[in-house]
């Protein structure tokens, strides 16, 4: 059962790490540094990234001076926004002279909102720049967000292209970001299908249309009228959902501002309970519940509410139904298009391996919509759906009622999220990170004539709401 689960649970899993050879290794050599991190990195790009931690902690512990070792966990920590950890990592693997550590130490910098301090680390090590392709692309990014996207551009066009394919990703995505920055669309779509056609990440779209199938069959409305619910008990988790880059962040940064909740980021509880769960045992449920519940208790910090902004979550609503039927669900809708081509331009894990191709994001899409219009009509679990543009476009109307959703007392901090000194730790950290901006809606169109394999892969398939169109 929990395999044919993990099969419902997921896109197509090609390219991905084999998980099972990864803790085979580690069985078979528990005391290998090598084995721990390779499973790390397999956890990781997987998308378990709670367990990632362990197996870097285990890998670290067994081999605490190895540079690449520490330069990998350095990075990992980074992701996950714990800045002090990653900086004490990088600067670790700076000891013995790395310059791909300088890279980190600036990337943390940039975290923390000190950009023009990571331009200036930069600087002094111009030496580096022309032996680390990291060095520049972490200039270049620099660069772009101080306006000055026509040296970011110069910067890379100058530099030695890398033969490692993998490098190669990074740098074209890079390139892509700073042809955009400059005003020169084309240039920049071309370097980012580069990018993406260098990953060779295939989708499967027949086996993820079946797993959406094996979901809703699962939890029909009759199956979930009569399968076990554990105890309302407490109130406290609010579950953000929606595809990738349609204002998830945004959604959990402004609720996170109240002094009533907590945003705790990216959870993979709920999708690893949803795989290990039996949904037919009333204890099953019931310890699947106690476990998620002491797990977001631990992180609440007192607050009377958490948010779990894990995205793809929108696949294990009918779990949460029984697991956690006090949940409140936020569902987060943007203008698919938008989505798209922010997905597209985005160096994303395998785990997201719709995104390189813009036909087989656009059955995913289709698949996502079928999905949320069956938990419309099933699930139990109160529902408020925001869309990003209503939320641009006048914040406090759509802020109060998602306050009012919440059972929150309406505080103005709400509205003032970009103030917070909360880390985020996923690619939207710059941009929660200002005031609400309109740029973002409708950035698609400047691409029109590129994103036509999405629009048509799209075209014909209605959604429940305004965003979910194409326009």
Same mark, same amino acid.
């Given at each position: 059962?929990?395999?044919?689960?993990?099969?419902?649970?997921?896109?197509?899993?090609?390219? #991905?790490?084999?998980?099972?050879?990864? &803790? +085979?290794?580690?069985?078979?050599?528990?005391?290998?540094?090598?084995?721990?991190?390779?499973?790390?990195?397999? #956890?990781?790009?997987?998308?378990?990234?709670?367990?990632?931690?362990? @197996?870097?902690?285990?890998?670290?512990?067994?081999?605490?001076?190895?540079?690449?070792?520490?330069?990998?966990?350095?990075?990992?920590?980074?992701?996950?926004?714990?800045?002090?950890?990653?900086?004490?990592?990088?600067?670790?693997?700076?000891?013995?002279?790395?310059?791909?550590? $300088? &890279?980190?130490?600036?990337?943390?910098?940039?975290?923390?909102?000190?950009?023009?301090?990571? $331009?200036?680390?930069?600087?002094?090590?111009?030496?580096?720049?022309?032996?680390?392709?990291?060095?520049?692309?972490?200039?270049?990014?620099?660069?772009?967000?101080?306006?000055?996207?026509?040296?970011?551009?110069?910067?890379?066009?100058?530099?030695?292209?890398?033969?490692?394919?993998?490098?190669? &990703?990074? !740098? =074209?995505?890079?390139?892509?970001? +700073?042809?955009?920055?400059?005003?020169?669309?084309?240039?920049?779509? +071309?370097?980012?299908?580069?990018?993406?056609?260098?990953?060779?990440? @295939?989708?499967?779209?027949?086996?993820?249309?079946?797993?959406?199938?094996?979901?809703?069959?699962?939890?029909?409305?009759?199956?979930?009228?009569?399968?076990?619910?554990?105890?309302?008990?407490?109130?406290?988790?609010?579950?953000?959902?929606?595809?990738?880059?349609?204002?998830?962040?945004?959604?959990?940064? $402004?609720?996170?501002?109240?002094?009533?909740? =907590?945003?705790?980021?990216? *959870?993979?509880?709920?999708?690893? *309970?949803? *795989? &290990? =769960?039996?949904?037919?045992?009333?204890?099953?449920?019931?310890?699947?519940?106690?476990?998620?519940?002491?797990?977001?208790?631990?992180?609440?910090?007192?607050?009377?509410?958490?948010?779990?902004?894990?995205?793809?979550?929108?696949?294990?609503?009918?779990?949460?139904?029984?697991?956690?039927?006090?949940?409140?669900?936020? /569902?987060?809708?943007?203008?698919?298009?938008?989505?798209?081509?922010?997905?597209?331009?985005?160096?994303?894990?395998?785990?997201?391996? !719709?995104?390189?191709?813009?036909?087989?994001?656009? /059955?995913?899409?289709?698949?996502?919509?079928?999905?949320?219009?069956?938990?419309?009509?099933?699930?139990? #679990?109160?529902?408020?759906?925001?869309?990003?543009?209503?939320?641009?476009?006048?914040?406090?109307?759509?802020?109060?009622?998602?306050?009012?959703?919440?059972?929150?007392?309406?505080?103005?901090?709400?509205?003032?999220?970009?103030?917070?000194?909360?880390?985020?730790?996923?690619?939207? !950290?710059?941009?929660?990170?200002?005031?609400? !901006?309109?740029?973002?809606?409708?950035?698609?169109?400047? =691409?029109?004539? /590129?994103?036509?394999?999405?629009?048509?892969?799209?075209?014909?398939?209605?959604?429940?709401?305004?965003?979910?169109?194409?326009?």
């Amino acid at each position: 059962m929990a395999n044919d689960k993990a099969a419902v649970q997921n896109p197509s899993q090609s390219a #991905l790490p084999d998980l099972q050879s990864l &803790t +085979a290794a580690v069985k078979a050599q528990p005391e290998s540094s090598t084995a721990w991190w390779r499973l790390a990195e397999g #956890l990781e790009r997987r998308g378990y990234l709670e367990k990632v931690f362990l @197996a870097y902690a285990r890998a670290f512990e067994l081999d605490p001076n190895s540079t690449p070792l520490q330069l990998s966990m350095g990075q990992f920590l980074l992701n996950r926004g714990e800045l002090d950890d990653a900086e004490r990592m990088f600067r670790m693997a700076a000891a013995s002279g790395s310059i791909e550590s $300088i &890279t980190g130490i600036g990337a943390v910098m940039e975290r923390r909102g000190d950009v023009d301090g990571a $331009i200036a680390l930069v600087d002094r090590f111009d030496e580096g720049l022309e032996h680390s392709m990291s060095l520049r692309l972490l200039k270049a990014r620099m660069l772009i967000r101080k306006k000055r996207a026509d040296e970011a551009v110069s910067i890379l066009k100058a530099s030695k292209i890398p033969t490692d394919p993998n490098a190669q &990703t990074y !740098y =074209y995505h890079a390139l892509g970001d +700073a042809h955009e920055a400059a005003g020169e669309a084309d240039l920049a779509f +071309a370097a980012w299908t580069r990018a993406n056609t260098l990953r060779g990440i @295939a989708f499967d779209p027949v086996a993820h249309t079946r797993n959406i199938d094996q979901l809703m069959e699962r939890h029909s409305a009759q199956k979930l009228a009569e399968l076990p619910r554990a105890p309302a008990g407490t109130p406290l988790p609010i579950l953000i959902v929606g595809l990738p880059r349609s204002g998830t962040s945004l959604v959990e940064q $402004i609720l996170s501002s109240h002094p009533e909740v =907590y945003g705790a980021g990216e *959870l993979d509880d709920l999708r690893d *309970l949803s *795989l &290990t =769960y039996n949904p037919d045992s009333q204890d099953g449920v019931n310890e699947a519940s106690t476990r998620y519940l002491q797990r977001i208790g631990e992180l609440s910090q007192g607050k009377k509410y958490v948010t779990d902004k894990m995205p793809h979550n929108f696949m294990n609503l009918g779990a949460a139904a029984q697991i956690l039927p006090m949940a409140r669900v936020i /569902h987060c809708r943007r203008n698919l298009l938008d989505v798209g081509l922010s997905c597209f331009s985005k160096h994303f894990g395998a785990f997201h391996n !719709y995104a390189c191709d813009l036909a087989a994001m656009g /059955h995913f899409f289709k698949e996502y919509l079928r999905l949320m219009a069956h938990w419309r009509a099933v699930s139990p #679990l109160p529902m408020f759906e925001i869309d990003y543009e209503a939320l641009v476009s006048d914040p406090e109307t759509m802020v109060r009622q998602l306050s009012e959703f919440c059972g929150l007392p309406w505080d103005p901090a709400m509205l003032k999220f970009h103030e917070s000194k909360r880390v985020i730790a996923t690619a939207s !950290y710059a941009q929660v990170n200002k005031p609400l !901006y309109k740029s973002a809606m409708g950035r698609a169109e400047q =691409y029109r004539k /590129h994103m036509e394999p999405l629009r048509l892969a799209l075209e014909g398939f209605g959604g429940e709401g305004p965003m979910d169109t194409v326009r």
